[in-house]
């Protein structure tokens, strides 16, 4: 059976959605005929802005909308892609069942994370986007997903980007020290563009701005398809395991991410990037969380002391 038109969901978080972009565009380049709809919050729409013309986007508002009054404003639909797992998308797809849709749901994987973090296993999952992949394969459009091509050289690319934050602790590289490094790349005459998400980061990030030279915060000061737009000019971007390392990866600028309590081999890397520009400590208690969400079995986020010197090293070897 052709598939004619395809509904595709995942709501959050923005790192997830932004994983989820090269695969819907794989998706559309190798199925032109089918007529695909990204259902997200509307603050993604950004994400999805020069996808192919067959790809439209569905945005909604989850603090004003009920989850019956989104499938009442959706469409039929011959296959259903739940990229999310959540209640919401659970919902959504059984009715789109009821309908006569052939509906398939991400496999999260949470046996073999968890057997990661208590440390039986200590291999790389399968990444995120590969379980995107899954899901389409079950409903019948196999895709073939590229390495970033893009992620090859950006030497030709001006300034390096800093997004020190993360929706977690456990995530975060001390302040202080993330300070001692952007002053590091001031003196040596680099020019330092700032990213960050809440007032009280942009507020962090705007003092740093203020103090040293060639130093520049964009944090509130854009819309998130301004942000990707400055991301796409740099030469390299210094990250966390956070979604700006998923920004820039959209982009193809090489990251430089910071892992403390998660580890890249859990599937979130950022795609296409390479896991010799991880900076992180070997320690038998990484990783101890999936997300970063939990606090310290010590109570000094060991894994985070990292000196600002070792992060310039890596940072400027070859960028």
């Keep these: 059976m052709i598939v004619k038109r395809l509904l595709v969901i995942r709501f959050s978080a923005l790192g997830d959605v ?34 192919p013309s067959n790809v439209s986007f569905h945005g909604v508002d989850l603090r004003k909308q009920s989850v019956s009054e989104i499938v009442a404003g959706l469409g039929q639909y011959d296959r259903v892609a739940d990229m999310h797992g959540v209640w919401r998308s659970l919902y959504i797809r059984w009715h789109m069942r009821l309908k006569g ?14 057997q990661l973090v208590t440390g039986q296993i200590r291999q790389p999952l399968k990444h995120t986007t590969e379980r995107y992949q899954d899901v389409l394969a079950a409903l019948g459009l196999p895709i073939k997903l590229q390495v970033n091509p893009t992620i090859v050289s950006t030497r030709a690319r001006e300034g390096i980007g800093v997004a020190p934050f993360a929706a977690h602790q456990g995530k975060i590289y001390p302040i202080e020290r993330m300070e001692r490094v952007v002053e590091l790349l001031s003196e040596r005459g680099e020019h330092v563009v700032l990213f960050g998400g809440g007032k009280q980061e942009q507020a962090v990030l705007d003092s740093w701005a203020a103090k040293y030279k060639r130093v520049e915060s964009v944090a509130g000061k854009h819309s998130l398809g301004e ?12 990250s966390m395991d956070s979604a700006n390392m998923h920004l820039a990866s959209l982009v193809g600028t090489r990251v430089i991410s910071i ?4 580890h890249p081999y859990a599937g979130f890397l950022g795609y296409g990037q390479s896991m010799d520009d991880c900076i992180q400590r070997d320690l038998p208690c990484r990783p101890c969380s999936i997300y970063g969400n939990k606090p310290c079995r010590f109570g000094d986020y060991r894994c985070m002391d990292i000196t600002p010197e070792t992060i310039i090293d890596k940072l400027c070897a070859r960028s």
């Excluded at 565009?25 to 950004?46: G, H, K, V």
């Excluded at 942000?227 to 210094?238: D, K, N, Q």
């Excluded at 892992?259 to 998660?262: D, I, N």
């Design 227 to 238: 942000e990707i737009e400055r991301m796409r000019s740099l030469r390299v971007m210094l």
């Design 101 to 114: 849709a052939r509906v398939a749901h991400i496999r999260k994987g949470r046996w073999s994370k968890h």
């Design 259 to 262: 892992w403390g309590e998660t």
């Design 18 to 51: 932004a994983m989820l972009v090269p695969v819907v565009r794989a998706l559309a380049e190798q199925f032109p005929d089918c007529e695909i709809t990204m259902l997200s919050q509307q603050r993604m729409a950004d994400l999805f802005a020069d996808l």
